[in-house]
């Protein structure tokens, strides 16, 4: 891994050229700005990634010369874009996302990532998303990561090594991006007790993110042993973890 400024670690993006981008908190800003910052000098940049936080300057309409957004997930800052036919919708379970890449049925010629600094060992996190990450690593060209002691440092299947990483780039501790549980009315509080009274103890749970998710798992508070095995999930399952309904007994 080569350390280089951020401009210069997205110098080597050319026109034409397909980039992927780390998603959902872990959206690599400082990365995705400084690509923005060289648009006048591209044309046809594919930029894929799933739902991305963040201000996303690639979307702007004025980017549409040079950024074309192609999204295997719509976020709300990506639903403007692909309603106006600035950005394309993939449909894809995100299960499938690794063979795309890997297939090269979608050729990735570089990735953004957003990761911890390295370990003792040479060692980073992907943090809080893991995605497709390691399949768009193996697949690109070229992996730009953009070192950020602000990342959470998770287990598991989550780790790169810098052999792994091209170019990197060190900055100051940015967080990941929170997302604000969305506000429960009363709508949306009795379709979650409808839902709620469907799933039975000892089920498995696939939850999405929004304010009836949060309305569904609220309503879950009296249930035993679920099990959840999801890609995204929203505060509610936090609060369903906490209260021993999901992967233990409840509290009593």
Known sequence: MKIVS?????????????????????????????LVDRAPELAGVTIAH???EGPAPHLAPEMAPHFRHRALFI?????QAV????????PIFLSDVPALFLSGELKLDAVLVNVTPPDAHGFCSLGTSVEAMHAAIRSARTVIAQLNPGMPRTLGESFVHVDEI???????AMPPYAHSPAPIGKVEARIGEFVGDLVDDGATLQMGIGAIPGAVCAA??????????????????????EAGVI?????E
């Open 6 to 34: 951020a401009p210069e670690a997205v110098a080597g993006i050319r026109s034409g050229d397909t980039v992927y981008v780390h998603g959902q908190a872990a959206t690599p800003t400082i990365l995705l700005q400084a």
């Open 50 to 52: 799933l739902h991305a």
């Open 75 to 79: 976020g709300p800052n990506a639903r």
């Open 83 to 90: 309603n106006e036919g600035r950005a394309d919708y993939v």
């Open 166 to 172: 091209d170019l990197g780039v060190e900055i100051e």
């Open 220 to 241: 879950l508070l009296d249930k035993k042993d679920l099990g959840v095995h999801t890609e995204m999930f929203t505060d509610g399952v936090v609060d369903l973890v």
């Open 247 to 251: 992967n233990g007994s409840r509290k």
